[in-house]
């Protein structure tokens, strides 16, 4: 370990601060404004936003929030807390949380990290996405940096890469997954959270590799370094090989679209298909995410399972994410002890 003073901070999403309308429309707005999340002209956007999205949006979301809400509050945020306080019993350093949208705020984040140690050296931000996306990974490192800058901040501050394909994330993955594998079913979806495609292009180095050909994710480029749709395809692989799942057990999916042009087949599609091929027993899991959330405790979990059912399914059941799981916190303790 680095004899330098340090801290890590922990980003995750966000949540909005409870599950009334204006809370829920204030994240919203704060999340849906980000040009990484909406990547289009600031006017164009503001009125997409603000004129269209948020005003019909904020109250279903509202509703959905609710149906997940605990005493404690947000999922996310509270077990994102609990991962805080896993990792503080592995490592030295303090450790402390931070959001995107939402919070606490990185500002929050770093000052108790100041707190805590008057002579910080450097920070090592971890953000909780393990592939690389614009909306995602690329966000929180960019508005951490801006936060840093903005308040004058004397310490280094540094970001673990993404770790989709690192073995310590992929033996934690699959140890999340090994107790669903002893019961019966017909196939396991990996159900990633969805991407616009042209953020995928956008984030090519090269310009010309991604989404190009069929095969351009098993196609080595240096693309790949920034390529959410390989690393999600990468990780999938690896995790599969690892639990000996045949190819044909499994399978890929993307969630949560907002408008057309986004990386396909879509989860909710697949989840109406599937009974109709033959696949009654369904497990899913959502390893675009490593804390439980609204996108997997409500939409997965819930409004999942009641189209699989309602198209013929019999069994559905959501494997949750790593959250606070012993090998998970161990492999985040190694991520972090490696920079």
């Avoid at 269209?52 to 945020?77: C, F, N, Q």
Wanted: hydrophobic content about 35%; charged content about 25%.
């Amino acid at each position: 370990m680095s004899d330098q003073r340090r801290g890590i901070l922990l980003m995750n999403l966000g949540s909005p601060d409870s599950t009334s309308v204006p809370d829920v429309r204030k994240y919203l707005n704060q999340f849906l404004m980000d040009e990484r999340v909406i990547d289009k002209p600031y006017l164009f956007r503001l009125l997409l936003v603000k004129g269209i999205i948020t005003p019909l949006r904020a109250p279903k979301s509202a509703a959905a929030y609710k149906e997940i809400w605990t005493d404690k509050g947000s999922p996310l945020v509270e077990l994102t807390r609990r991962l805080q306080h896993a990792l503080q019993q592995h490592v030295e350093e303090p450790v402390e949380i931070a959001m995107r949208y939402g919070n606490p705020s990185p500002t929050e984040g770093f000052d108790k990290l100041l707190a805590a140690s008057p002579g910080l050296e450097e920070v090592i931000a971890v953000p909780l996405y393990p592939h690389y996306a614009m909306s995602s990974y690329e966000t929180a490192v960019e508005y951490a940096k801006e936060i840093h800058k903005k308040n004058g901040y004397k310490f280094r501050l540094k970001f673990v890469e993404p770790y989709y394909n690192k073995e310590s994330y992929i033996e934690a993955l699959a140890e999340s997954m090994r107790p669903y594998l002893q019961q019966s079913y017909d196939h396991i979806l990996f159900s990633y959270h969805g991407v616009p495609g042209r953020h995928i292009q956008k984030s090519d180095v090269t310009g010309h590799h991604c989404l190009t050909a069929s095969n351009c994710c098993d196609t080595p480029s240096p693309a790949h370094a920034h390529c959410y749709r390989h690393q999600v395809f990468k990780t999938t692989k690896l995790v599969t090989e690892k639990l000996g799942i045949p190819k044909n057990k499994f399978s890929v999916s993307f969630q949560s679209r907002l408008g057309k042009g986004w990386l396909e087949p879509f989860t909710d599609i697949r989840l109406e298909e599937m009974p109709k091929e033959g696949i009654k027993k369904l497990l899913i899991l959502c390893p675009a995410f490593v804390s439980d959330c609204l996108e997997t405790l409500e939409e997965i979990a819930m409004r999942g399972k009641e189209s699989f059912i309602n198209a013929g399914g019999e069994e559905y059941t959501m494997i949750p994410c790593m959250n606070v799981g012993e090998r998970w916190v161990a492999a985040l303790a190694h991520l972090v002890n490696s920079e």
